[in-house]
């Protein structure tokens, strides 16, 4: 189990950007994956990015492609999430979450194979 804070989320007007970020704890941060979730109100928690353990592939929902970005630092113990040109739908709840040396390919990476999870953090865009 690795312990995942978030933070850097908040209220941006739509058109905006927000970068947030998630530190890990744990001395094999490299062999996670690490995944960014979100969940709505009243919706399903769905994966919005994902990268490998290596930071060779990543793993992006239609939704957010070309306006999201996940990176990572092995070094550092983080991966950010940078959302630029934020959509009041992109209003939801973020989740930080890792799993273990695993990657899936489409339809992408799934909520139940991933064993640890950060508190969330609240993006609001507002229109």
């Known amino acids: 189990q690795m312990q995942l804070v978030e933070s850097g989320g908040g209220l941006v007007q739509a058109g905006g950007s927000l970068r947030l970020s998630c530190a890990a704890s744990?001395?094999?941060?490299?062999?996670?994956?690490m995944a960014w979730f979100r969940q709505a109100p009243g919706k399903e928690r769905d994966v919005i990015a994902a990268i490998s353990w290596s930071g060779g592939f990543t793993y992006y929902v239609d939704s957010v492609k070309g306006r999201f970005t996940i990176s990572r630092d092995n070094a550092k113990n983080t991966v950010t999430l940078q959302m630029n040109s934020l959509k009041p739908e992109d209003t939801a709840v973020y989740y930080c979450?890792?799993?273990?040396?695993?990657?899936?390919?489409?339809?992408?990476?799934?909520?139940?194979?991933?064993?640890?999870w950060g508190q969330g953090t609240q993006v609001t865009v507002s229109s």
């Open positions: 744990g001395r094999t941060f490299s062999t996670y994956t």
């Open positions: 979450a890792a799993a273990l040396m695993y990657w899936r390919s489409a339809p992408g990476p799934r909520e139940a194979d991933f064993g640890s």
